[in-house]
């Protein structure tokens, strides 16, 4: 799942709990207890599509705040001043490694 999706999950929520009221309001008009009512399947269906739609918000907003916290850090490290580091040519430290294993070779030779 991905942060596109969230409108139609807050869609299916909010429609979950039109369902839902409307639901208990017919389940009432018919004079069922509160104990019955909890225990109709079409409720404890529609408050699982309520609850599924719930942690699927919790998701979304934490990757939302991670999103937030790299787009914070990605400016910080952009605005940050770069470290100055001494320009070594390549050519130049190629000869120096080649001078290194010269003398290591005319020390194991002589």
Do not use: C, F
């Amino acid at each position: 799942m991905t942060l596109h999706r969230k409108p139609y999950i807050e869609n299916r929520k909010k429609i979950a709990e039109q369902k839902l009221s409307h639901r208990l309001d017919v389940l009432k008009a018919q004079g069922l207890e509160n104990s019955d009512i909890q225990k109709d399947a079409a409720i404890r269906q529609i408050k699982a599509a309520i609850r599924h739609a719930k942690r699927q918000m919790v998701w979304i907003a934490e990757l939302e705040a991670k999103d937030q916290k790299k787009a914070v850090a990605r400016e910080e490290k952009r605005n940050a001043p770069k470290e100055a580091r001494p320009k070594v040519k390549k050519a130049q430290q190629g000869e120096s490694q080649r001078k290194a294993k010269r003398e290591k070779k005319q020390s194991m030779q002589g």
